[in-house]
């Protein structure tokens, strides 16, 4: 199954075009929206919950600058660059800013209680453990491909199991 999924993925991208590998979820995403439009009940809109965008935003901003300042900084000369300066700039104040709304606003993006729930700090310690270890091991796989030819990173081939199939 997975060789046949395979081959017809790369057919598809070499006969169109490679963005068109990406259309292939396009009918199973209308299948769960046509699903969740006629099963899902209707709600009525609660005004006791709104969404806070001045907490979102902060932290949009802040999380941004810092994730643009850590991929691009060993480029740009870490501190040396004026771009990197500033997304520093931009990352702790925003951080802070939103650490302050959370604390001052009435209904925070995040509420402050939500940390002392023992279930959501392990939870968000587990997701960041998982995603610091999936994250290095993925930059450092190129490396380690280059340094030992014995691995190649490239797709699987599935002729081994048309010449075992046809014997």
């Known amino acids: 199954m997975r060789c046949a999924a395979h081959r017809a993925l790369i057919t598809l991208s ?3 075009n490679w963005r068109y590998v990406f259309y292939v979820n396009l009918p199973f995403g209308l299948l769960a929206i046509a699903g969740l439009l006629i099963f899902l009940p209707k709600a009525q809109p609660r005004s006791e919950l709104r969404f806070d965008w001045t907490g979102f935003a902060v932290l949009a901003i802040g999380v941004g600058a810092l994730q643009l300042m850590l991929d691009r900084g060993q480029k740009l000369d870490w501190f040396a660059s ?12 925003g951080l802070y800013l939103f650490v302050v709304h959370m604390f001052t606003a009435d209904r925070p993006f995040l509420p402050p209680g939500l940390f002392k729930d023992r279930n959501f700090i392990c939870g968000v310690t587990m997701v960041f453990c998982t995603a610091t270890v999936m994250l290095a091991s993925s930059a450092l796989m ?14 699987p081939d599935c002729r081994w199991r048309r010449a075992a199939s046809a014997r």
């Open 14 to 16: 070499e006969k169109y």
């Open 82 to 93: 004026r771009e990197i300066i500033i997304e520093a700039v931009l990352a702790g104040l």
């Open 142 to 155: 190129r490396r380690i491909a280059k340094a030992s030819p014995a691995i190649r990173l490239r797709p």
